[in-house]
Nanobody, 118 residues
C-alpha cells in the first residue's frame, strides 16, 4: 500500500513559479512510475508529467519546457517544478503511483490546488 501526500500548491501570478512535492509513505525505489495529473473545473483529469524508476520522463505538450518532474527515491519524494505558469495551468494537481508512463496507477494523493491569476 502506498499513501501519497501532496504539498506546495497555492496562488501565483502569471509567469511565476511553484514547486509541488509528493511524499510517499512507502519506498518508491522499487520501480513505481510516479506521475502528476491535474483536473480543472469541468474538464477531465489529465497527465501533466510522469517519471519511471530509470528516470525516463513523459510530459504533456502544453507544459514541455516549463515544467520539470524529478524524484528522490532516498526521500521517497517526487517533485514538479513549474515555471512560467499560465492561467490555463490552474487546476487541482494530483500525485499518482503506478506502473506505466501512459496510464495512471491505483494510488492517488488528495490533491493540491494551483491557481494562476493576477
Amino acid at each position: 500500500q502506498v499513501q501519497l501526500v501532496e504539498s506546495g500548491g497555492g496562488l501565483v501570478q502569471p509567469g511565476g513559479s511553484l514547486r509541488l512535492s509528493c511524499a510517499a509513505s512507502a519506498s518508491i525505489s522499487h520501480g513505481y512510475v510516479m506521475g502528476w495529473y491535474r483536473q480543472a473545473p469541468g474538464k477531465q483529469r489529465e497527465l501533466v508529467a510522469a517519471v519511471n524508476g530509470g528516470g525516463i520522463t513523459r510530459y504533456t505538450d502544453s507544459v514541455k519546457g516549463r515544467f520539470t518532474i524529478s524524484r528522490d527515491d532516498a526521500k521517497t519524494t517526487v517533485y514538479l517544478q513549474m515555471n512560467s505558469l499560465k492561467p490555463e495551468d490552474t487546476a487541482v494537481y494530483y500525485c499518482n503511483a503506478g506502473v506505466s508512463l501512459y496510464a495512471p496507477g491505483r494510488y492517488w494523493g488528495q490533491g493540491t490546488q494551483v491557481t494562476v491569476s493576477s
